[in-house]
Nanobody
């Protein structure tokens, strides 16, 4: 089994920064792609940032200047650095990890989410 755990959320003032972590653990053979999503109340889940095993990143144009995704392959962990946060960034942030587990079994797992609240 593969587990995905997000951490690092919290309350931050507008203009502040947060770094979220997404750690995958278990019987992992390889990770292809890690994606951060967010969902605010009443809204659909939206893609925030994505990084592939080769380090290729993808962001919505609106977030590219403020958000940065990175990964530590040795730790099966990805990070989301969020700067200049705005109240509209308030949401639950979810991590999705796609890869292959032991014996070649593919997996596509989600974490439980971490709350980010931007407010003064």
């Amino acid at each position: 089994q593969v587990q995905v755990v997000e951490s690092g959320g919290g309350l931050v003032q507008p203009g502040g920064s947060l770094r979220l972590s997404c750690a995958a653990s278990g019987s992992i053979l390889s990770i292809f792609r890690i994606t951060w999503y967010r969902q605010a109340p009443g809204n659909q889940r939206e893609l925030v940032a994505q990084i592939t095993s080769g380090g290729i990143t993808n962001y919505p144009i609106a977030l590219r200047a403020r958000f940065t995704i990175s990964r530590d392959n040795a730790k099966n962990t990805a990070y989301l650095q969020m700067n200049s946060l705005k109240p509209e960034d308030t949401a639950v942030y979810y991590c999705n990890v796609v890869g292959t587990a032991n014996l070649g079994t593919p997996f596509n797992n989600w974490g439980q989410g971490t709350q980010v609240t931007v407010s003064s």
